[in-house]
């Protein structure tokens, strides 16, 4: 894979191109909502906590039917993906640069595993929220495919919306809260270490 700044820039000029800048254009109100997934929910929501311009980060579960629980979900049967929800403002952060950071915290190119978690509760996903979302994170992965950013296709799934449904408590603010754990240091620690590397012009100010 080239680069992973690479997929910085790429999010960023999607939004300059001509009639390819629907986000912008649409936004009225003063946040916005992003549902993504992308391996474990505790990897996302240590990085996107650290996002410039990100209010709140909820760990959760989307995609499947029923009413979801975490030991259910981690069945693999469910249809329901880890997601995290994201409130963010979009004139801080485009909904284009949170997707800049999705694609560099996780692999978009393995179909329904990131590293050792195994299962379609683990797959790469966006749900989106509106139209312009959905163009804008089209935009994007065509921008990737062309730029052959990745050696192998993203399987990045595109999908609507439909349910969000909030994690047990025990998940939210998972790495804040279990930093010395064994999960935390080998699977979380390098993906924030690449989050504060490759984007230290947007993470928040401590």
Known sequence: MRSTQLIFFV?????????RNPAMATVNAST???TLGGGCFWCLEAVFQELEGVSS?????????????YREVCD?????????????????TAFAEVLAVFFTIHD???????GADV????????????????????????????????????????TPLEHFYKAEDYHQDYYSRNRAQ?????????????????????????
């Open 11 to 19: 999010a960023l000029f999607s939004l300059v191109i001509p009639g």
């Open 32 to 34: 916005e909502r992003a």
């Open 57 to 69: 980060v909820e760990s959760g579960y989307s995609g499947g039917s029923g009413t979801p629980n």
């Open 76 to 92: 693999g049967d469910t249809g329901y993906a880890e997601v995290i929800q994201v409130v963010f403002d979009p004139e801080v």
């Open 108 to 114: 978009p190119t393995t179909l329904n595993r990131q």
């Open 119 to 158: 299962g379609t509760q683990y797959r790469s996903v966006i749900f989106y929220h509106s139209a312009a979302q959905k163009a804008t994170a089209t935009a994007i992965m065509e921008q990737l495919a062309q730029d052959e950013v990745y050696s192998n296709p993203v399987v990045t799934q595109l």
């Open 182 to 206: 064994g999960y935390c240091r080998s699977v979380i620690d390098p993906k924030v270490q690449k989050f504060r590397q490759k984007f230290s012009s947007k993470r928040k100010s401590r």
